[in-house]
């Protein structure tokens, strides 16, 4: 068995587990049965955190060393950011809609923001597509993933500099606003989908491998037409 | 709909699109192994 399947089935595992806790937690006396929300949709949207942090890791040490492995990890980084982030959303929507009465409202920061930087990585991905050569391309994402990454500690901070309608965080420096069964609930399934996270960057990782190789042995037609050069042209 | 119908739900959704997408990539795998 490869290490990439022995860390999914892991990550599974804890999944499970973390979906087992979730639905034997004790209910807020408010929320009711969607108390049970923040452990879909904190892990996902700390994972899409996560990953546009990796993303600009591997952009910036792209840019100094010029390795496409780095420029590797921000591209599929970037992209299971984005899936986590869409999903962490649907979730906070679904949450939103039950406790304040509404799926989305633009006037408020975290919710604002969040779209931004999901449109922004979105751009991300189109720009990675829309280029065809790997130096030019990995280079130009390499400087918007390095730059990108403003909006985490912008979506993170949000709830602090503008108080609308998404409450501050619950887990501060000076301690947890939740109780110890829901705290240890949540951060079972930060970890388990943490794990998930590392399954799935191998995972695609690989196939960016996989799928260079196979484009570099691709021959494309016009690829033995040299163009002409100046200097061999005489005068006459 | 009940609120554990729509939670339940919302848990269906956010694994299948995880998994979901384990299983893209590992579409993507064999295409790219061809």
Redesign the interface.
């Known amino acids: 068995m490869r290490r990439v399947q022995i860390i999914?089935l892991v990550a599974?595992a804890a999944?499970a587990y973390g979906?087992y806790l979730?639905f034997t937690a004790p209910l807020d006396a408010l929320q009711?049965?969607?108390t049970?929300?923040i452990y879909?949709h904190v892990p996902?949207l700390w994972l899409a955190f996560l990953a546009f942090g990796v993303t600009a890791l591997g952009s910036i040490a792209y840019l100094i060393t010029r390795k496409p492995r780095w420029d590797r990890l921000a591209a599929s980084s970037a992209e299971?950011g984005v899936?986590?982030s869409?999903?962490g959303v649907?979730?906070g929507m679904?949450w939103g809609q039950?406790v304040w009465g509404q799926a989305w409202d633009w006037g408020d920061a975290r919710l604002a923001t969040t779209a931004v930087m999901i449109f922004v990585y979105l751009g991300y991905l189109a720009l990675r597509h829309s280029i065809a050569d790997p130096e030019v391309r990995a280079k130009r994402a390499a400087i918007l993933g390095a730059i990108a990454v403003i909006q985490v500690p912008l979506v993170y901070f949000s709830v602090n500099l503008v108080r609308t309608l998404h409450q501050t965080q619950s887990i501060r420096p000076d301690g947890s606003t939740m109780p110890t069964e829901i705290l240890v609930a949540l951060l079972v399934n930060v970890g388990a989908f943490t794990l998930?996270y590392i399954?799935?960057m191998m995972?695609?990782m690989?196939?960016a491998v996989?799928?260079e190789?196979?484009i570099g042995a691709t021959v494309v037609a016009g690829d033995a037409v040299a163009p002409p050069r100046l200097s061999d042209v005489k005068d006459v | 709909m009940s609120d554990a119908m729509i939670v339940a739900g919302t848990y269906a959704v956010v694994y299948g699109a995880t998994f979901g997408y384990a299983v893209y990539l590992h579409w993507r795998r064999k295409r790219a192994e061809q």
Do not use: K, P, S, Y
Request: proline content about 0%; overall charge positive; charged content about 15%.
């Open positions: 999914f599974t999944v979906a979730a009711g049965e969607f049970r929300m879909i996902t299971i899936l986590f869409v999903v649907f979730t679904v039950a998930l399954a799935l995972a695609r690989h196939v996989l799928e190789i196979r």
